[in-house]
């Protein structure tokens, strides 16, 4: 893959107008569009079919989690959208679940691990055991084991879950900051071409852009940044 096909863009936007215009901004730069809880409650999942008709890639972050009878069959109806990648929190059994639902779909599924907005305090609070280091590892380990497509981690984690999943589970990593921008309520983040020479293989991007100056010319700032890597 080009650096073109591992730039997720996230639509962290209010309203599918806003978002159909940030499109229209970004053209043929972008071709992957991230769709979270913000503008999927605003009309964003038919939006979502949308672009998938229009050719862009779609990765829906719903970070499922249910009994396993409600999680088969929200599975079900994504893998009829047509988009891309699917998150869901990496529990073993809600992964099991979700990987059985979409067997002989074209559907990336991706466990969620420890979210890139919470730090060791946090998960104290949350009421776990272990160190967010710790937890990205295990997790990594059970979403490997009940066969998911990938995982979502931080770029600080993403070369230590490389050497757990291989070379063929996708490592996505959200928290992507170009040097020098703010980091917003991120507290787990790393630049573009580090996260890549880290093991990443899909970069989440949605702030540095969508609320650039320019997002079309900080896209095309991040995409050559990645592929001085690549």
Same mark, same amino acid.
């Given at each position: 893959?080009?650096?073109?096909? @591992? ?7 209010? &309203? *599918? ?17 991230? $769709? ?6 605003? !009309? ?22 249910? $009994? ?13 959208? !047509? ?5 869901? /929190? ?5 992964? @099991? ?19 890139? =907005? ?13 160190? %967010? /280091? *710790? ?37 996505? &990593?959200?928290? $992507?900051?170009?040097?020098? =921008? ?8 790393? &630049? %573009? ?7 990443? =293989? /899909?970069?989440?991007?949605? @702030? %540095? $852009? ?21």
């Amino acid at each position: 893959m080009n650096a073109r096909d @591992r730039l997720i863009v996230g639509l962290d936007i209010p &309203t *599918t107008a806003e978002a159909e215009k940030m499109v229209a901004t970004l053209g043929d730069t972008v071709s992957f569009y991230k $769709i979270g809880y913000q503008l999927a409650f605003a !009309g964003g999942l038919e939006f979502a079919r949308d672009l998938v008709k229009d050719g862009k890639q779609v990765f829906l972050d719903m970070k499922l989690l249910d $009994i396993d009878n409600t999680v088969a069959k929200g599975v079900e109806n994504i893998v009829k959208m !047509g988009v891309t990648m699917l998150t869901l /929190h990496a529990y073993p059994k809600a992964m @099991r679940a979700a990987v059985a639902a979409a067997k002989g779909s074209d559907l990336c599924l991706l466990a969620v691990t420890v979210l890139t =907005s919470m730090d060791e305090a946090d998960l104290t609070d949350a009421g776990y055991e272990y160190d %967010p /280091h *710790t937890l990205v590892l295990r997790r990594a380990e059970q979403a490997l084991a009940a066969g998911m497509g990938g995982i979502v981690c931080s770029a600080e984690e993403a070369s230590a879950v490389r050497k757990i999943v291989g070379t063929t589970m996708a490592v996505v &990593t959200p928290g $992507i900051r170009p040097a020098g =921008s703010d980091v917003g309520d991120q507290k787990r983040v790393m &630049t %573009p071409a580090d996260a890549l020479r880290a093991g990443s =293989s /899909h970069l989440v991007v949605a @702030r %540095p $852009i969508v609320k650039a100056p320019d997002p079309k010319a900080a896209a095309e700032a991040i995409l050559a940044e990645m592929q001085s890597v690549l």
